[in-house]
């Protein structure tokens, strides 16, 4: 059925951990959107404050910026490493000190294309007529190449994270996936691993297509992902956005070069035969 506006959902979850440290947020203004993700490293004490550091800088930033943004890839960044600053400055203020760390998935949509970036395992799903057309690669030992495997304290375990926000790491700055044109009815979804692997992606794919609210079928999905954890699921938190055909600049009809050639020629001609009347 196609619809003119955005459809937006969010799902979070405690799972069977004694609080929810996830965080997220979705923020649209001026036809642009802005969602945001973060899941708190386990082991690393107030990751909470990690993950909500994030949100609260991306807040910050989104509030502060004009839209359309500029250049969508660089806010990106900056919202990362401004947010990895603030949290390992907060930690060195604790008495003692602490080092919280929390993952980071950030997109865009505006004028008609996705940006994203992220660092850590909670992940990015661009998904278009029941497939997944991208998606982002986790940031953990299993994906690093063997030299800097080699070089990682924690190289015994597949799972470990190799990127996040806070701590003492130097890695911080986020992956940048390629814009991604948007088409109508195409699913951007930001989650948590309590989510993604708590459930396998065929079951996201037919779920998140099916004719349901997407509100519905997320909240399916974190329930499920919650009694696949079996006594044991972690935090569950998923935000996603289905496009509409007249949203986020969908429906506007990007000028080729030629044709912006052509009409740059046009003006030209026109302004020479101005002149000549003056």
Not at 108 to 130: K, M, N, P, T, V
Request: hydrophobic share 35%; aromatic share 4%; net charge negative.
């Amino acid at each position: 059925m196609s619809r003119s506006s955005p459809e937006i959902a969010r799902i979070t979850l405690q799972g069977n951990r004694p609080e929810n440290q996830d965080r997220f947020l979705v923020l649209q203004q001026d036809d642009c959107c802005m969602m945001a993700l973060g899941d708190r490293l386990g082991g690393h004490p107030r990751g909470d404050m990690a993950a909500q550091m994030l949100i609260d800088t991306c807040e910050e930033m989104w509030s502060t910026t004009r839209k359309p943004l500029l250049n969508p890839n660089y806010f990106i960044q900056q919202c990362v490493l401004r947010a990895h600053q603030a949290i390992v400055d907060w930690g060195i203020r604790q008495n003692p000190s602490v080092t919280p760390r929390t993952t980071a998935v950030v997109a865009i949509l505006q004028e008609g294309e996705c940006y994203w970036g992220h660092a850590g395992d909670s992940r990015f799903y661009l998904i278009r007529d029941r497939r997944i057309h991208s998606k982002s690669k986790d940031h953990i030992v299993a994906n690093e190449p063997e030299r800097v495997i080699a070089s990682l304290l924690d190289s015994a375990n597949p799972g470990a994270i190799t990127r996040c926000l806070g701590g003492a790491s130097q890695n911080a700055a986020p992956t940048l996936g390629s814009p991604i044109p948007l088409k109508e009815d195409d699913i951007v979804l930001l989650c948590s691993d309590g989510f993604w692997n708590q459930l396998g992606e065929e079951l996201m794919l037919t779920t998140l297509h099916n004719a349901m609210p997407l509100d519905n079928a997320l909240r399916m999905l974190g329930e499920i992902a919650e009694q696949n954890g079996i006594g044991q699921s972690d935090n569950i938190t998923a935000v996603g956005v289905r496009t509409g055909h007249d949203s986020y600049g969908i429906g506007q009809i990007p000028i080729t070069h030629d044709e912006e050639s052509a009409l740059l020629l046009a003006i030209e001609h026109l302004n020479s035969l101005i002149n000549k009347n003056f």
